[in-house]
């Protein structure tokens, strides 16, 4: 079985979050250090500004589809179809409440609003069903958690609202695992599967200021990840010993309310 250690996965999330955290810091500390740049354009008209730092939370449902589409297998470690003898694929829909932080640099041209953010929701998504076989007794599970979304944005601004779209990068890492539901686990056989998806992010939001320095908003994005094989082998020892290869690639659905609040450039 071929599985990502906690210590090596936690290795490879700091470096993303870092990495990413650092471009978008990058982009703040361009927009923050040219004071005299003009950012109010002479049709701009009175009201908030939208050119800083945001940094905040978000919390929301998220829906996705992470189908098992069956590659092949050995032994008898997975249920068969009684008729074909072949091995079936695995509905699986991950959803759940999730939560998260995120940081982001805007920068205000006119009414136009130029932007980039990182996002990271750590929980985790699950679904659990019974084996699509008729009679069969495995039990299925997914679940999809460590999402992290590098984005780039542009939006509308009109005083207190701020409408945008965003696309970008995206991964997460995606667990899947089977176990037989008779029997002790470990003699009759189960197995489990870990590795990191990469994708790519679309989506779009509306922000409010409640204040100078306090935005709320409700945003909804898209995630699609890479297919990948996962490779579950149940060792020797075992009653069912074997090897069960699925193709997975996850589709999300996410919504979400955020609150920010907005470091502001001096003199803007």
């Known amino acids: 079985m071929t599985r990502l250690t906690k210590t090596s996965t936690r290795a490879l999330l700091a470096r993303r ?11 703040a500390t361009a927009i923050a250090i040219p004071a005299g740049a003009q950012t109010r354009g002479p049709d ?21 589809d992470a189908d098992w589409s069956f590659v092949k297998a050995s032994g008898r470690v997975v249920d068969r179809d009684p008729i074909k003898g072949t091995a079936m694929g695995v509905e699986q829909n991950p959803s759940g409440l999730f939560g998260g932080v995120h940081v982001g640099a805007s920068w205000q041209i006119w009414r136009i609003v130029l932007g980039a953010d990182v996002s990271y929701s750590p929980t985790r998504l ?3 069903r019974g084996s699509p076989v008729p009679g069969g007794d495995d039990i299925n599970s997914t679940r999809i ?13 009109w005083d207190r609202y701020h409408a945008y ?9 995606v667990d899947t695992a ?8 470990r003699s009759q056989g189960s197995a489990s599967f870990s590795t990191m998806h990469k994708g790519w992010t679309v989506g779009g939001g509306l922000d409010y200021r409640l204040s100078e320095h306090w935005v709320a908003g409700l945003e909804y994005a898209y995630v699609d990840l890479e297919e990948q094989l996962h490779d579950k082998f149940v060792p020797t020892g075992s009653v069912n010993t074997g090897r069960a290869v699925d193709a997975v690639a996850p ?3 996410m919504v979400s309310a ?4 907005l470091l502001t450039p001096p003199g803007r």
Request: glycine residues 20%; charged residues 15%.
């Open 126 to 128: 699950k679904d659990e």
């Open 145 to 157: 958690g460590n999402l992290l979304r590098t984005t780039g944005r542009i939006g509308y601004a």
């Open 258 to 261: 955020r609150l920010s609040v």
């Open 165 to 173: 779209v965003n696309a970008g990068w995206a991964d997460a890492r």
């Open 17 to 27: 979050v870092f990495g990413s955290a650092v471009a978008v810091l990058g982009l």
């Open 251 to 253: 589709g999300i659905h």
């Open 44 to 64: 701009a008209g009175p009201g908030f500004r939208w050119t800083g730092l945001q940094l905040g939370g978000h919390f929301g449902y998220a829906d996705a």
């Open 178 to 185: 089977f176990v037989d539901a008779v029997g002790p686990r």
